[in-house]
């Protein structure tokens, strides 16, 4: 099992240093510790792993270092770069159970976001389950700014009403949008970026798209997201085949204990025949 979410927006300028920190218990003897991070256009890159129990060995790359410290296992990032703007989470992996314990999305000042607008397109009222949903996510970039990439990644959140945390569902490497240049802004271009998924009752919540681009994360307004229950008519259709099935196994029932009563009646009486007839042949 496993649980996505992210809980903090770090954002810090480029050449400062920022440290990461996820909770460690060294009770957990054969539990693992990872760090990860997923920057936009990239897969998924690890950046460390450690052992749950206290192990001194620390690993560096670059500008990075993973290690140990008191009942945590750190993050640290010296003289940030632009290039490492993007989700960076911890996770735990204890035999075929991983979970995500920490998740900060690292923000890079300095550089301003060429998306303009996210719109997300609502839903109708509710759903049936098991119905086949498609969410639809339309963003607005500013193409005329030069300042920012146009690399981005997009990502898709769901708020569950349960959860305090909204969980990351689906992270495309390849968010296949439709793109084109948009009528009412000569100097924009609008993307439409779709997810479609099956829907459940535990699919209950509100989804959110969300882009990153330029070291921020911009979040849209939402689309939510209810499963239609069974209706009053539905609820008495149910009672009338419940009703009717009842009465058809109270009458089976009857059914079979006549039935039974004859046979045994007609048993009896056969073997008090052969019983006289025995009888007989044995004055004779």
Not at 78 to 106: I, P, R
Not at 208 to 236: H, R, W
Not at 249 to 267: D, E
Request: glycine share 6%.
């Amino acid at each position: 099992s496993a649980l996505f979410f992210v809980c903090f927006v770090v954002t810090v300028a480029v050449g400062e240093d920022v440290t990461l920190t996820c909770p460690r218990s060294t009770s957990e003897h054969r539990s693992s510790l990872y760090w990860i991070r997923f920057i936009p256009g990239h897969w998924p890159e690890f950046l460390g792993g450690t052992y749950s129990f206290d192990f001194s060995d620390s690993i560096e790359t670059a500008h990075i270092t993973a290690k140990q410290e008191t009942k945590s296992f750190i993050l640290h990032i010296s003289k940030v770069q632009h290039g490492d703007a993007g989700l960076y989470y911890c996770l735990k992996v204890n035999w075929l159970n991983m979970t995500f314990l920490t998740g900060e999305f690292l923000r890079i000042s300095g550089k301003e976001s060429n998306i303009t607008t996210i719109v997300q397109h609502p839903l109708p009222d509710r759903v049936h389950p098991g119905s086949p949903v498609s969410l639809h996510c339309s963003v607005l970039f500013n193409t005329q700014d030069k300042t920012c990439s146009t690399d981005h990644r997009v990502f898709w959140f769901l708020a569950a009403s349960d959860k305090s945390n909204p969980s990351l569902i689906y992270a495309p490497a390849n968010p296949g949008s439709e793109c084109k240049n948009n009528p009412e802004d000569h100097s924009g271009r609008k993307c439409i970026y779709s997810f479609s998924k099956n829907v459940t009752a535990s699919d209950v919540g509100t989804y959110y798209c969300a882009v990153a681009s330029c070291g921020m994360i911009l979040f849209g307004n939402g689309t939510k997201l209810d499963i239609e229950g069974p209706s009053m008519s539905d609820l008495q259709k149910t009672n009338a085949v419940f009703i009717v099935l009842f009465a058809i196994l109270t009458a089976s029932v009857i059914i079979i204990f006549i039935l039974t009563y004859i046979l045994m009646k007609k048993t009896c009486h056969c073997s008090n025949g052969k019983s006289k007839s025995i009888s007989t042949s044995n004055i004779v």
